[in-house]
T-cell receptor, first 115, second 111 residues
């Protein structure tokens, strides 16, 4: 069983659709993250949750709405996306979100295509 | 402006030879550096890290070198194996901050 699990692995959605990405971690970590990986761009941090509270929001458009109901689960709710939002969305977790030695463990990602 | 840069998008190496992946950073407050490896259709996995108080960290075939004055770090893989073919991401953080990633370098190890 992988430490961080993301579903679905692939998602195709229209610009008027509403969908959600799910992430679950089984590592007992306190922090969870959403990253976006677009073609030929560095991994971009979107959101950080620590102990179920959002601690970072990197100027992400409101059409992306995160939710962290507990320390093991993280969702990314999507609505009225644009084709340029097509990317690989990666969830990660770490023991803590501050301090050294907080390596992040990543899920396999959701490949999102907006049509 | 990218604070962590990997200027080589790809690198091709013969099996058995050394692979050297480079990473430059601009933020002098970064004090911890990590390398992640990513296979297609998988998330990045942690590979090796180094604190700014060190200039070298070795783990098996993988060695990371840090040159703080040049704001440069490198990952050496020796000997390279075909299974090392992947995208390698350099990442950096300062105390109390999140990881900042480079754009990645695709390594291809040819048999």
């Amino acid at each position: 069983e992988t430490g961080v699990t993301q579903t679905p692995r692939h998602l195709v959605m229209g610009m008027t659709n509403k969908k959600s990405l799910k992430c679950e971690q089984h590592l007992g970590h306190n922090a969870m993250y959403w990253y976006k990986q677009s073609a030929k761009k560095p991994l971009e941090l979107m959101f950080v949750y620590s102990l179920e509270e959002r601690v970072e929001n990197n100027s992400v458009p409101s059409r992306f709405s995160p939710e962290c109901p507990n320390s093991s689960h993280l969702f990314l709710h999507l609505h009225t996306l644009q084709p340029e939002d097509s990317a690989l969305y990666l969830c990660a977790s770490s023991q803590d979100w501050r301090g050294l030695n907080t390596e992040a463990f990543f899920g396999q990602g959701t490949r999102l295509t907006v049509v | 402006d990218q604070q962590v840069k990997q200027n080589s998008p790809s690198l091709s190496v013969q099996e058995g030879r050394i692979s050297i992946l480079n990473c430059d950073y601009t933020n002098s407050m970064f004090d911890y550096f990590l390398w992640y490896k990513k296979y297609p259709a998988e998330g990045p996995t942690f590979l090796i890290s180094i604190s700014s108080i060190k200039d070298k960290n070795e783990d098996g075939r993988f060695t990371v070198f840090l040159n703080k004055s040049a704001k440069h770090l490198s990952l050496h893989i020796v000997p390279s194996q075909p299974g090392d073919s992947a995208v390698y991401f350099c990442a950096a953080k300062d105390a109390g901050n999140m990881l900042t990633f480079g754009g990645g370098t695709r390594l291809m190890v040819k048999p």
